[in-house]
């Protein structure tokens, strides 16, 4: 081997990474640029890491990267917006029983804000409900809400 | 040499591991996870990690409404006319795993659905009552197909018909027919603008009657009045009335005399006596 890896070249190849990263949208090569980033400190801390050591530093940095990032980081990502999430938007939800279902009959819910562009939605409840019971969605099947009561 | 090698292996295994191990769902997607050909699980938006090798994206479902045309289609209705009628439904995909296990193509399922639905709807239905009564198709309509695909995960938000045109002859036949309406109706109005006409002129005729007559009636009151007071200021006191009566036959004369034809003007000697003559008894 001619070549000698300094740490620069592992700096200059993990900022490439990183401004990769751009292009590939795909939040993969980043933990790749950090990397190298780790390893070119490394490298200047420690001059006499050879090659393999490098490349395994490399390897294992990237991986610790990601896992670190979905163990710790991930979850403080709170969701902006539910649009486009129709079934996380419904679940949840409370209304008014304006109908109480009778036998082989489904009853009907009102909500304040409406669920999915409509107020009032048919559901279903496995046990009794009276008209007035605020009752919350668990499941939606097709156009009817499979309800539980507060 | 072989570390070297076992090395470079193990960071490409690193990397295709990590690639295949993170995946980036976009907004308004989900991704049906398969763990080895089995359905596992499915992947929200934003950035999820699946276990590579086991794990495959089997499927991409968008989640947002998904605007669904309704290809035109000839309908006949209960009367026997054929109208033409298009639809646009909207979904949303509320379970994608449902709808991309429980039938091949939902597309195509929930557009065949819902224009067999609209066959069968308006075909229960007169012309008229289909042509005018759109809501009633679509709450129908949307009752008739949301059972059917709740098993498929789908919601269907809304369905609206968008037209509904009579065929070719039938729109002549309509048009004729609401032609000859307006024609009626133009009838009936002019001939009850004259029946109104020939009354108001009546009544006016009427009314200028009743006035006329009102008239007559004052005038000859009045009249009366005047005789009245004439009598009382003459009171059996003759002189007076004979004085005027001379003085009004002299200027009856001479408007005689000036007149400018040939004439023979024939005076009374005794004025008096003619006067009187013409007063009758008064002078007596």
């Known amino acids: ?150 | 040499m072989a570390g070297i090698v076992l090395v470079v292996i193990f960071v490409i295994l690193v990397l295709v591991t990590i690639t295949l191990g993170v995946r980036l769902v976009p907004q308004g997607s989900k991704y049906v996870i398969q763990r080895l050909g089995k359905f596992h699980s499915t992947l929200s938006p934003g950035l999820n990690i699946i276990i590579p090798y086991i794990d495959t994206v089997a499927y991409k479902v968008t989640t947002k409404d998904i605007v669904l045309d309704i290809p035109s289609q000839e309908v006949i209705t209960r009367d026997n006319a054929v109208i033409i009628a298009n639809a646009v439904a909207y979904l949303n995909i509320v379970s994608p795993e449902k709808a991309v296990y429980g039938v091949t193509d939902y597309i195509v399922a929930i557009q065949t659905l819902v224009q067999t639905s609209l066959r069968s709807i308006v075909g229960e239905m007169d012309l008229d009552d289909a042509l005018s009564s759109r809501d009633m198709i679509k709450a129908k309509l949307k009752a008739a197909i949301s059972d059917d695909i709740s098993d498929w995960g789908i919601t269907l938000k809304t369905v609206e018909i968008q037209d509904i045109t009579p065929s070719k002859t039938m729109q002549t036949a309509m048009e004729e027919q609401a032609a000859a309406e307006r024609g009626r109706r133009a009838t009936i109005t002019r001939a009850e603008g004259e029946k109104s006409a020939a009354i108001l002129s009546a009544d006016g005729r009427l009314e200028a009657s009743k006035r006329d007559a009102q008239a007559q009636v004052v005038l000859a009151e009045a009249s009366q009045r005047a005789i009245q007071k004439v009598t009382e200021a003459i009171q059996a006191n003759e002189m007076p009335v004979l004085y005027l009566l001379g003085e009004k036959y002299i200027e009856a004369v001479r408007q005689i005399s000036t007149a400018n034809n040939a004439k023979v003007v024939l005076l009374p000697a005794d004025i008096p006596a003619a006067v009187r003559g013409i007063i009758g008894t008064l002078g007596k």
């Open chain 1, 1 to 150: 081997m001619s070549f000698t890896l300094l740490y620069w070249h592992w700096l200059a190849l993990g900022m490439i990474l990183i401004i990769a990263e751009l292009f590939v949208p795909s939040f993969t090569i980043f933990w790749f640029g950090l990397g190298a980033v780790l390893v070119a400190l490394l490298l200047l801390l420690f001059p006499t890491i050879p090659l393999t050591g490098q490349l395994l530093c490399f390897a294992l940095a990237s991986g610790l990267f990601t896992w670190l990032w979905f163990r710790y980081l991930r979850p403080l990502m709170t969701d902006r917006t539910k649009a486009g999430l129709s079934r996380e938007a419904a679940l949840g939800e409370s209304g008014q029983v304006i109908k109480a279902p009778l036998e082989g009959q489904r009853g009907v819910v009102r909500f304040t804000i409406p669920l999915l562009g409509n107020d009032e939605w048919p559901f279903i409840c496995q046990t009794p409900t009276a008209v007035g019971d605020r009752v919350v969605v668990r499941e939606i099947s097709g156009n009817t809400l499979i309800v539980e009561k507060r």
